[in-house]
């Protein structure tokens, strides 16, 4: 497990770009945390990281958020106002499977109401602290995601 200190939203932005900027095609990310935690924040980061201009707002409303103008496509998911049995009618497995939409990163807020899971993703927890909020990696199947490499760009002062 990776952990990283995000002192403030510009430093949860700054996560989430190098996230954007390095993950390959077909990373899914599963956003852990508290309503108001940073998920969304997180997703905005991986936004520019990708070069998408459009902006990000949360899918809280209208579930799921395309976005098709970066390096990657980036679908960005937010379950929290689904049962798990309503979860299945969207169809979320689509973009990890990367057949019907093209493959691209695949952002899932509240993602504890999935039915099915990627075989291969990436768990990111945000736990809040006063001011701050701690992240904790980690990476769950077979696919192998540089954690270090992520952890020495985010801590090299290099912006
Ligand atoms: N590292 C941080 N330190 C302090 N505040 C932060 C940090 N990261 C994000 N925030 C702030 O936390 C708030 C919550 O943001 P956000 O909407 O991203 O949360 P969320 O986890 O997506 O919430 P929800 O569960 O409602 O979707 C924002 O005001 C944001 O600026
Ligand atoms: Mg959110």
């Known amino acids: 497990m990776l ?3 995000l ?4 430093e949860t932005q700054r996560l989430g770009y190098l996230l954007g900027k390095y993950l390959p095609s077909g ?11 940073g998920k969304t924040t997180l997703v905005q980061g991986i936004g520019r990281g990708l070069n998408i ?8 409303f209208t579930l799921i958020n ?5 390096r990657l496509p980036l679908y960005h998911l937010d379950l929290y106002r689904l049962e798990p049995i309503q979860v299945d009618t969207i169809y979320p497995e689509i973009y ?19 039915l099915l899971k990627p075989s291969s ?16 990696i980690r990476q769950q199947g077979t696919e192998n995601y540089d954690l270090k490499f992520i ?3 985010f801590n090299s002062d290099q912006k």
């Open 66 to 70: 395309e976005y098709l103008d970066g």
């Open 151 to 153: 952890q020495s760009l």
């Open 53 to 60: 201009e459009e902006s990000i707002v949360s899918p809280t």
């Open 27 to 37: 990373s899914v990310i599963f956003l852990s945390g508290n309503l108001g935690a």
């Open 7 to 10: 002192n403030d939203s510009l």
């Open 96 to 114: 990890w499977e990367g057949m019907e939409v093209d493959p691209g990163i695949t952002a899932i807020e509240w993602w504890q109401r999935l």
């Open 121 to 136: 993703y990436l768990e990111i927890d945000l736990v809040t602290q006063e001011n701050s909020r701690e992240a904790r």
């Open 3 to 5: 952990t990283l200190f």
